[in-house]
DNA sequence: ACCAATTATGTTGATATCAACTTATTTGTC
DNA sequence: GACAAATAAGTTGATATCAACATAATTGGT
C-alpha cells in the first residue's frame, strides 16, 4: 500500500474535531449513562423510561407511531418491547378494527413505575440543563439534526 | 393500582418534548443512520468509521486511550474490534514494556479503506452541518454533555 | 369481486452497548 | 523482596440497533 491511500494525522484530529455523528453519539452515550443511573433504583433503562412514556396516552399507540415518536426503527421497537413484555409493563393487543395493528397500552404497573420514575427523571434533567448555557437551544439543534 | 399512582399525559407531553437525554439519542440515531448510508459501499458503518479514526495515530493507542476518545465504554469498544480484527482492518499488539497493555494498530489494508472514506465523510458531514443554523455553536453544546 | 400495490408488523443475524465479574500485571509501601 | 492496592483489559449475559427478508391484512383500481 502506498503513502498516498493514507491520511495524515492532522486531517485525523481535524475529522475527529468537527464530525457531528461522532459528537452526537458521544453526547447520547453520556447522558444514557447518567439516566440509566438515575433509574437503575427502578430496574429500568433511559431508553426503557422514554418508550414508557411515549406509551402514557389516552389511546394506546400502534408500534409504528411510537417508533416515529422516538425516531427508532420500528424492528428495534419490537426487540425492546419484549423485556418490558416479560415484566409486565406493557400489554400488546390486537388492534379492534384493523388485524395488522397491535396497539401498545401500559399495565397498571407499568404506569405506576412511571410515576415512580417522574422525580428521578426531573432531577436528572435539571442536572444535564445545568450543563448547557441555553437548553432550548441545544434541543432545537437536536430536533433540526433529526 | 389507583390513579395516584399515574401520570397525566400533559405531563408527558412536556417530558418528552424536554428530555435531553432522548432528543440526544433520536439526533443520534438519525445522524449515525445518515453516516451508515453513506459509508454502505465501502461495508463499514458510523461507529466503526470513527473507531478507524481514532486508531489513525503515529503511536498505536491502547484500549483505555480510546475509550475515552470516543466517551465509550471500555467492554464496548473490546467487542467493536472484533469485525474489524476479523476484515484485517486492525491488528491487535501487546506494548513491548507494560503487557496488560495491548496497542491498537490499523492495518494498510485499514488506512486505505479509511481514505477512501474520508471523501464520503466530508460530503455527510457538509448535508448535516447545513440542517444547522451554527454547527459550531451545537458542537460545543454537545460537548458540554459528555 | 378480483388482484396488484401498499401498509403494518415480525424474524433473523450481525453488531453495539453496558454492568458485573474475572484475570493478569504493575506500583507503592513496608 | 513480599504483598496489598491500583491499573489494563477480557468475558458473560442482557438489551439495543438496524438491514434484509418474510407474512398477513387492507386499499384501490378495474
Redesign the pocket.
Known sequence: MSTRESIPHSETLRVHDRCLCLHA?RAA??L??RF??AF?PLGI?S??FS?LMALNRPEPP????V?AV?A?????????????E??RLVV?RP?R???????LALTATGRSLLARALPLWERTQAACEALLGDADRTRADLRALD
Request: aromatic letters at 0%; zero cysteines.
Open positions: 453519539q452515550r453520556a444514557a449513562r440509566d443511573e437503575r433503562t431508553g426503557q418508550l400502534r408500534v409504528g407511531d417508533a422516538l427508532m426503527d420500528r424492528t428495534t421497537l419490537t426487540a425492546s418491547l419484549k423485556p418490558l416479560r415484566r400488546i388492534d378494527d384493523d388485524k395488522r395493528v397491535r396497539r
